[in-house]
């Protein structure tokens, strides 16, 4: 039995970071899942929060502020795919203010609101990642619906991982 997972983070354009961890904590859309070496298989629809590096005593390692995603669980392999991260260190509560006010779209806003809330001591789901479904003319799409849009964007962010390891392997 394996008692590390090698995790891979990864923004729609480059590898962040890829390394050997004891346990992860993702942000899925409902609640912070712990991922532990010998997981089952497993896909996580990613919210915004902090995804955390634990070490094999269950002390933290790193903290990361992530945006929306999916995160992809299968033979001690944890590929996390997100839109935006910004490590907890990087960032104080005069910055992420800043960067509230000076925000390019609404998604940006509240991704930096949300690193503002954390610091200041505010802990609630954001349920963006869903939200983002909604129609254009303010009505909800239905469960199904929803779940469809899931899966076809599950599917899309696979087959870019999947190109992005073919030219990885190229390029060896």
């Known amino acids: 039995m394996s008692k590390e997972i090698n995790l891979t983070i990864a923004l729609p354009a480059k590898v962040y970071l890829e390394e050997k961890v004891s346990s992860v904590v993702i ?9 532990l070496p010998n997981r089952a298989p497993s896909v996580f629809v990613l919210d915004f929060g902090v995804l955390e590096i ?4 269950g002390s933290l390692n790193k903290r990361f502020f992530v945006q929306s995603g999916m995160a992809e669980i299968a033979n001690n392999n944890c590929k996390v795919l997100v839109q935006g991260i910004v490590p907890f260190g990087e960032i104080d509560v005069k910055a992420a203010q800043k960067q509230v006010g000076t925000a390019q779209n609404e998604q940006e806003r509240l991704f930096y ?21 909604s129609r ?16 076809y964007d599950i599917s899309e962010l ?7 390891d073919v030219a990885d392997n190229k390029g060896e």
Do not use: C, H, W
Not at 27 to 35: E, F, G, Y
Not at 136 to 151: F, L
Not at 158 to 164: A, H, T, V, W
């Open 136 to 151: 254009k003319s303010g009505q909800q799409k239905t469960y199904d619906e929803v779940i469809s849009d899931i899966k």
């Open 113 to 133: 609101q949300m690193i503002l809330d954390y610091q200041k001591g505010i802990r609630k789901r954001y349920l963006r990642t869903l939200n983002l479904f």
């Open 54 to 57: 634990l070490n094999g005593d």
């Open 27 to 35: 942000p899925a859309v409902r609640a912070a899942v712990d991922i």
């Open 158 to 164: 696979r087959k870019r991982n999947d190109e992005r």
